[in-house]
């Protein structure tokens, strides 16, 4: 049975703060700023997906605007602030496939299609892509059978951005996880639990790695259209 989660949502990530860097900064940051990943699925809402996948041979997809405001800082020893990357405009293309009742696969290929950044007296400002990401979803429970929805999730991203613009981590990486879904009178409660697994890079004082402990909790509320 088809279901649309209309955007009535509130979204809440851990640990997506602007990210801060120190004097010592390396020239190429391998870095990926953009902490906004939307959900390819159609029945997720923003960063949130729902366990609920795409019936079998349905395909779905979108184009989904991302803007961020000083998303990477340089803060001197006095306090000083100023930003590294000021600000990004981003266009998120999405698709996702249903296979069997009970497996979606989706893709996410981010473009920047405006990124105001500099490393020193070096621009990296321009219009780039980022880094290519594959979202399978595998239905562990029915939420139409059993009332809770839940859905063994992997977010696999592929180096395909330029490092050196703030648009790509130059690395694989894995993000295993899990989205439970709950709801009444045509009300959806999603909760995504996740962790990043990829290696640990530095720009300046600021250091990304593996969390190998669930470094997300996105929860969201959405209305149900039968």
Known sequence: M????????????LGAAPGWAQQGSPVEPSLDVQRFEPV???????????????????????????????????????????AIVKSQVTGDLILALGLFDFLEVGLDLPVYLSND????????????????????????????????????????????????????????????????????????VMVNLSADLQGERSFGNLTVGSELLCDQVLCAIGRQAR
């Open 2 to 13: 088809k279901r649309l989660l209309w955007l009535i949502a509130l979204a809440t990530t």
């Open 117 to 188: 950044a500099a490393v020193g007296d070096r621009d990296v400002s321009g219009t780039t892509i980022g880094d290519l990401r594959l979202r399978p979803k595998f239905l562990l429970i029915d939420q139409d059978r059993y009332g809770v929805g839940l859905a063994a999730l992997a977010y696999i991203t592929a180096p395909t951005g330029d490092a050196a613009a703030f648009a790509s981590n130059d690395q694989f990486a894995v993000r295993p996880g899990l989205a439970l879904t709950t709801g009444a009178s045509g009300w959806d």
């Open 40 to 82: 390819t699925s159609p029945y997720g809402v923003f960063g949130v997906d729902s366990a609920l996948p795409s019936a079998d041979l349905q395909l779905s997809g979108g184009l989904i605007l991302g803007y961020a405001k000083d998303p990477l800082l340089f803060r001197a020893e006095d306090g000083r602030e100023t």
